[in-house]
């Protein structure tokens, strides 16, 4: 019986999932053991995760249980986010479990189908299972045709739901991303596919919403009466990592823009919905997907840039083409910037400046509303030289928060008047330290929460962006900048030809 005190719509207390099986796929990689192995920890350390919650991880390694649970356990305790606690962990290693397996051996499956049967009677799961994709892209026809021969993606075979959790990128560009959802659609019903995005699962990217409709102070202003450009950056002080086989396959463009900071614009732009439904929400993100519209001369409005030798943060960086397993021709883009406009009453004229790069002077990600400025100032032209647009800046990462920026008189006989800021940030207005963004998606997944998940249209329609970019760019050298820079110098003269410069971020 449920507790007849509360309500199916309140949300303060703690929502805790069915007993469920979370299943990874290439547990032994990078993604699970830094962020998705201390997720799990730290849900169940705030006590969020239901009794007899299982994993099972999956991977091409000859370990058992108890070797995959030293690197669990190395994994968990390093990552964690909440203190770590030697109870917890040992309740949560006991119902960790190992499968190893290539993703094209039919026994290997057929073994993961039978631990979920045994796992469903002596835990008590009732055949709930999540299945998670921390695994090359090239991969998923493969495991996805292998849940479809084994049944487990079946819930009328196994008795209990059946989602599938998969990480970007989806394709690499439209037909690809079609043809994927189509395979995906094909072996788990739509309503169980979850398409990651973990920046959405990142608090200050949540709280757009609750900027924009809790209050009554910014929404008015929020359109192209009052709004002159909007600027989204996200700036990376590292290079490329290991990831140069991926990295040089996709650039830029494909790695970031098209998934994170298209739905960072579409969270800014996007109507009110009329409720926190996850298809209202999806509907009005959607929208505004299909609302952008590319530069006339692609050219012109956008710009391309890949990093050379440098300094960034006091140490030598060398450029992307002297990384290793780079080829020394390579034209991929460690940086790309484009102009964007939403034909709709709301945004019609305002700009859209989106940036991403690598090698930056810092690490941020920001979004910033600049306001038009005053129709009239009755002060004299020096009193406001310092003054500039007013500034509502969401601080995605780090030092995660908001600022208004906006003129004050300085102290003192004259009239001059200043930017000054009023600076709100999570660490110091609450005392609850924000959950990692996987932390906040996994429990989502199991509960069945698909408000933060894009859906497949959303997928394709990004695509549809970022498609005519790369048709343009093919063949094109990128323009060069040195590591440590804010981008190639094109990127200041796009802005420069319409009176506009960077925020400095």
């Not at 090698?359 to 400025?373: C, D, G, Q, Y």
Request: some cysteine; aromatic content about 10%.
């Amino acid at each position: 019986m449920g507790n007849p005190l509360r309500t199916a719509q309140d949300r303060r207390l703690p929502r805790i999932p069915e007993p469920c099986a979370l299943v990874i796929f290439g547990v032994t990689g990078d993604l699970s053991r830094k962020k998705l192995i201390p997720a799990v920890y730290d849900l169940a350390n705030r006590g969020l995760l239901p009794p007899g919650f299982v994993v099972v991880g999956f991977a091409r390694a000859d370990w058992g249980d108890g070797s995959f649970e030293s690197l669990a356990y190395a994994a968990a305790k390093k990552g964690a986010r909440t203190p770590w606690r030697e109870d917890v962990w040992q309740r949560l290693s006991s119902q960790i479990h190992f499968v190893p397996g290539s993703f094209d051996d039919d026994g290997d499956f057929d073994r993961l189908a039978e631990t979920l049967d045994d796992l469903r009677a002596r835990n008590g799961i009732a055949g709930n299972t999540a299945f998670y994709f921390s695994i090359p892209p090239a991969a998923f026809p493969l495991v996805l045709n292998q849940l479809n021969r084994t049944g487990m993606a079946d819930p009328s075979k196994t008795g209990g739901w059946r989602r599938v959790v998969v990480e970007k990128p989806f394709g690499h560009d439209f037909s690809s991303a079609v043809q994927l959802n189509q395979l995906v659609d094909d072996v788990f019903i739509p309503e169980d596919v979850f398409r990651i995005d973990h920046y959405l699962g990142k608090e200050t990217v949540q709280n757009i919403l609750a900027l924009r409709f809790a209050n009554s102070l910014f929404e008015p202003v929020w359109n192209s009466k009052y709004v002159d450009s909007v600027q989204i950056t996200m700036a990376e002080d590292v290079g490329i990592g290991t990831r140069a086989a991926f990295y040089d396959a996709s650039g830029a463009a494909r790695d970031v823009l098209q998934n994170h900071l298209l739905q960072l614009l579409a969270l800014v732009a996007m109507e009110e919905p009329t409720s926190f439904d996850p298809q209202e929400v999806r509907a009005e993100k959607l929208k505004v997907l299909k609302a952008i519209a590319l530069p006339a001369d692609i050219n012109t409005g956008s710009v391309r840039g890949q990093y050379l030798p440098g300094w960034v943060a006091g140490e030598r960086a060398v450029g992307y083409l002297e990384e290793p397993n780079i080829p020394a021709d390579s034209t991929t883009e460690t940086y790309a910037a484009v102009r964007l406009g939403i034909q709709n009453r709301r945004w019609a004229g305002v700009p859209f400046y989106v940036r991403v790069g690598k090698r930056m002077p810092r690490r941020v990600t920001e979004i910033a509303i600049l306001f038009k400025r005053a129709p009239h100032l009755p002060f004299d032209p020096a009193d406001v030289e310092m003054l500039g647009h007013n500034q509502l800046v969401v601080r995605v990462q780090p030092d995660e928060g908001v600022v208004l920026k906006f003129g004050s008189k300085v102290p003192g006989t004259s009239m001059e008047v200043r930017d000054i800021a009023m600076d709100f940030q999570y660490g110091e207005a609450f005392t609850e330290s924000s959950p990692e963004a996987y932390e906040r998606l996994v429990l989502d997944v199991l509960i069945g929460d698909r408000t933060l998940f894009p859906d497949a249209a959303e997928i394709e329609q990004s695509w549809r962006v970022i498609d005519p970019l790369e048709a343009a760019w093919a063949g094109n050298k990128p323009e060069p900048y040195r590591a440590g820079e804010w981008g190639p110098r094109a990127s200041d003269e796009m802005l420069a030809r319409e009176g506009r410069t960077w925020r400095r971020a």
